[in-house]
């Protein structure tokens, strides 16, 4: 009918077929994810010495890592699929004015909030774990010292923390310092708080013997300003999923807008070189890094806020990172197209 008009075959080309946004967003989650928790491991380590002694016990604290990398990692697959999606049809002869209308790239990236809304409710289905993590180490503590015998020369175990409770009428606590093997501590009382940000020290005696010898004695001692292993007690699930949404829907908002030009027709690519096929797969990385800079900004925004229990209003500042992280990919589009036409190969 002459009264209904179809977008351009070119136009409607611009964008891969949505199977292919698929992959990448599943793919970029699972890589994403795999370092989240990569890290959090490593973190794990250092904090608790002697985790790999007692897996059964870093379940609650193994909870919130596996949430958060697929929080974390949603977010930076929706920035890197859509993306994808969008960049690969950019050309900076096309025509000015051409490709003005919005519905192609919506139509096209949709279904990636579909995907992202699905991540963010299995990562927040997930138990919590313990809400209270620093009670949870104080009972070991507590435990190791009720489990001494009548010898007080024995020495037993604090599981998790790598320290040893030794036995006697004035009981002590002590082992190399977590993190840092070569000081040694002992102390007469060690408490957590709940979410363990903060630690208090009773009788405590330091010695360290590298260049020089140290040993630091001390009454009381507070250490400040820990990574808490809960999720912030002010975001409810509910409240937490929404504000993840909300972040993953304004950057994807962004993206449509700022690169509504990519259902513009393209441009015929000259055959790649022989000195270009060599270095496709580092263009490829650095591309695939740069698309997901502006997801991986909001989710580092996001895990900040939320380790400083930040109110929900406060979470506003990740998205205007994000902003500014999507502007730079904008220009970067504009001004070095060559890094990101390695994708058409993949």
């Not at 795999?34 to 928790?37: D, K, P, T």
């Not at 923390?161 to 501590?185: F, K, N, T, W, Y």
């Not at 009454?219 to 990574?227: K, S």
């Given at each position: 009918m002459s009264g209904v008009s179809t977008p351009p075959s070119s136009v409607r080309s611009a964008f891969p077929p949505p199977a292919r946004a698929f992959r990448d967003f599943a793919l970029i989650l699972l890589g994403a994810a795999?370092?989240?928790?990569l890290l959090g491991l490593v973190r794990l380590g250092r904090q608790f010495p002697s985790a790999a002694a007692s897996p059964g016990l870093l379940v609650p604290f193994l909870l919130p890592v596996l949430a958060l990398a697929l929080e974390a990692g949603a977010l930076v697959a929706l920035s890197t699929a859509q993306l994808r999606q969008l960049v690969p049809g950019l050309r900076s002869g096309s025509p000015a004015g051409a490709g003005r209308s919005l519905l192609v790239p919506v139509r096209a990236t949709a279904p990636l909030l579909g995907l992202l809304?699905?991540?963010?409710?299995?990562?927040?289905?997930?138990?919590?774990?313990?809400?209270?993590?620093?009670?949870?180490?104080?009972?070991?503590?507590?435990?190791a010292r009720a489990s001494c015998g009548p010898d007080p020369k024995a020495l037993v175990?604090?599981?998790?923390?790598?320290?040893?409770?030794?036995?006697?009428?004035?009981?002590?606590?002590?082992?190399?310092?977590?993190?840092?093997?070569?000081?040694?501590?002992?102390?007469?009382?060690?408490?957590?708080?709940?979410?363990?940000?903060?630690?208090?020290?009773?009788g405590l005696e330091l010695s360290a013997a590298r260049a020089l010898r140290v040993h630091l004695r001390a009454?009381?001692?507070?250490?400040?300003?820990?990574?808490p292993w809960s999720r912030s007690p002010r975001l409810s699930p509910l409240g937490r999923f929404l504000v993840l949404a909300t972040l993953g829907a304004v950057l994807w908002l962004a993206a449509v807008l700022a690169f509504r030009s990519g259902a513009r027709a393209e441009e015929p690519a000259a055959p790649p070189s022989a000195r270009d096929q060599r270095r496709r797969p580092w263009r490829w990385l650095l591309a695939t890094s740069l698309l997901a800079l502006p997801g991986a900004v909001v989710a580092a925004g996001?895990?900040?806020?939320?380790?400083?229990?930040?109110?929900?209003?406060?979470?506003?500042?990740?998205?205007?990172?994000?902003?500014?992280?999507?502007?730079?990919?904008r220009v970067l589009t504009a001004r070095a197209p060559r890094i990101f036409s390695s994708f058409r190969a993949f």
């Open positions: 795999a370092i989240i928790v809304a699905v991540v963010l409710g299995v990562a927040e289905l997930i138990p919590r774990g313990t809400e209270h993590p620093g009670a949870f180490a104080n009972e070991l503590v507590q435990t175990a604090v599981p998790l923390l790598g320290l040893s409770v030794r036995c006697g009428p004035a009981q002590r606590i002590e082992g190399p310092m977590p993190g840092v093997r070569s000081i040694e501590i002992a102390m007469s009382e060690l408490t957590f708080s709940d979410d363990l940000r903060r630690v208090d020290i009773v009454g009381r001692a507070r250490i400040v300003g820990l990574a996001f895990i900040s806020l939320d380790q400083e229990r930040a109110a929900p209003a406060a979470y506003a500042s990740a998205a205007l990172l994000g902003l500014a992280a999507l502007g730079l990919v």
